[in-house]
């Protein structure tokens, strides 16, 4: 498995001390925790991003330049989700960082809110996915293992684990929903398209079409229409989303609005990963349930 190394890192890293912990940085909090969960006792991770801010749009802090100093690796999803990484890498100057991009291998959905000339190939958030998040586990662990051969075997026993763990929550929650008899939403913000393809979901249509940008009067006539049309019952919003105009449609269409969260730890209850897609789940079978 191919890693992303950032500038001219050396083949050889200096070992990690014996009482010394593998410096992690994240740009996403899912990432924070992949990482904990693989590392456990031989890491320290921050995030830059605490998950109320967008990762599209966030403005590195200099205290974010001082962490990637000090760091042994860079976790990043790639994709084109986090454009700021770049110049970030490049300023903190820190030759033994290595940058881990865990979209590798990723099978992508076609991202069509991606701007003409963009080089994203796909929608970045694969992570809402659980067997993409096998994959992205896999790529941290194998960092761990390159800056920190040591302790090898216990980054390997920790992935197994979690691996186990991922497993037996995908498919419960896949029986789940295999239990519906409509599954079909409508969604603020294109993040959920893994999501709803790993679960059986069917997304009828988004109301942001492309990042940045308000819908037009036009779109939005268009999928009142839709919505009546089909009698689709739910709309999914985000937190970090403008709440006005999903509640303006579903008033119009009297659809149902629930908020779920693409981030672990944005709403109550969905502290990890585990318990975030538990609660994205639950509430959306709820929902059309109803």
Known sequence: MTLSIALAVPLVHPPIGHAASVKVVATLPILKEFAEQVGREHVEVQSLITGLESEHSYSPKPSDLRSLGQAHLLLEVGLGLEVWVSGLVKNAANPQLRVITTSQGVGLIRDHTVAAGSSASGNPHIWLDPENAKVMVRHIAEGLIAVDPEHKQDYLNYLADYLRRLDQAQKTLQERVARLQDRRIITHHPAWPYFA????????????????????????????????????????????????????????????????????????GTDSYLSLLEYNVSQLIAALQS
Not at 224 to 252: C, F, H, M, W, Y
């Open 197 to 268: 393809r790993r679960f059986g979901f069917q997304i009828e249509g988004n109301i942001i079409q492309q990042a940045g940008m308000e819908p037009s009067a036009a779109h939005l006539a268009e999928l009142t229409r839709l919505i009546k049309a089909n009698k689709v019952k739910v709309i999914v919003s985000e937190p970090q989303l403008n709440q006005k105009i999903v509640q303006a449609l579903a008033g119009e269409t009297g659809a149902r609005v629930v908020v779920l969260s693409p981030l672990p730890g944005t709403i109550k």
